[in-house]
């Protein structure tokens, strides 16, 4: 258990900090016209995206079993999905720029 919360955490503070730089690259190709809690919301995703490889990788390294990798990785891209909705329905209720 113990080396399974190193892992997670090793991967969530990497996935957070790379998280920043994907969302900055996304938000120059495409901007959010959402407002604050869009760009909260897609700045978790690509956080969340983004924590899954490192946290393998740490998992691999300590040891972890397969299905607690395996198992960990999907709850993270499960809830990078569950990220993904409410961004986009909150983009999609957003007024666009492009529009006009």
């Excluded at 503070?13 to 495409?30: D, H, M, P």
């Amino acid at each position: 258990m113990v080396d399974w919360l190193i892992a997670l955490l090793i991967g969530a503070a990497f996935g957070l900090t790379i998280g920043v730089r994907i969302a900055r690259e996304s938000n120059r190709k495409q901007p959010v016209h959402g407002g604050k809690l869009a760009q909260t919301f897609h700045y978790l995703a690509c956080a969340g995206l983004s924590t899954m490889l490192p946290f393998i990788i740490a998992g691999v390294i300590l040891g972890l079993p397969f299905l607690a990798l395996f198992g960990t990785a999907l709850g993270c891209l499960a809830l990078t999905a569950v990220f993904l909705l409410i961004y986009a329905g909150i983009e999609r209720a957003a007024p666009s720029t492009a529009q006009r």
